[in-house]
Nanobody
């Protein structure tokens, strides 16, 4: 059974930084694409970033490119999202996701974490 457990969310002032972690069990993250999504109140869930399983290629939404960095530690089977220069519009519940393939194709994930709240105050 695949489980994804996020941590690291919280309250931060605009311009600050947070690092989210996603600890995976039941799946070796180096074999699958992993990603982060977010959902703000009243909005649909949106893609934030992804990292492919084999080559480690990274992909970002235009709204976070240059500010957020996705990475992984294969030894810890954990994916990270480093978020810098945070803005109030980054406020959302952030979800970790695991895809069914090693490559990231922009499709739907097949496993999700429970989410962690990120709140950015102005």
């Amino acid at each position: 059974q695949v489980q994804l457990v996020e941590s690291g969310g919280g309250l931060v002032q605009a311009g600050g930084s947070l690092r989210l972690s996603c600890a995976a069990s039941g799946r070796t993250i180096s074999r699958y694409a992993m990603g982060w999504f977010r959902q703000a109140p009243g909005n649909e869930r949106e893609f934030v970033a992804a990292i492919s399983g084999s080559a480690g290629s990274t992909y970002y939404a235009a709204s976070v490119k240059g500010r957020f960095t996705i990475s992984r530690d294969n030894a810890k089977n954990t994916v990270y999202l480093q978020m810098n220069s945070l803005k109030p519009e980054d406020t959302a519940v952030y979800y970790c996701a695991s895809f069914g393939t090693s490559s990231y194709h922009g499709g739907s994930a097949n496993y999700w974490g429970q989410g962690t709240q990120v709140t950015v105050s102005s």
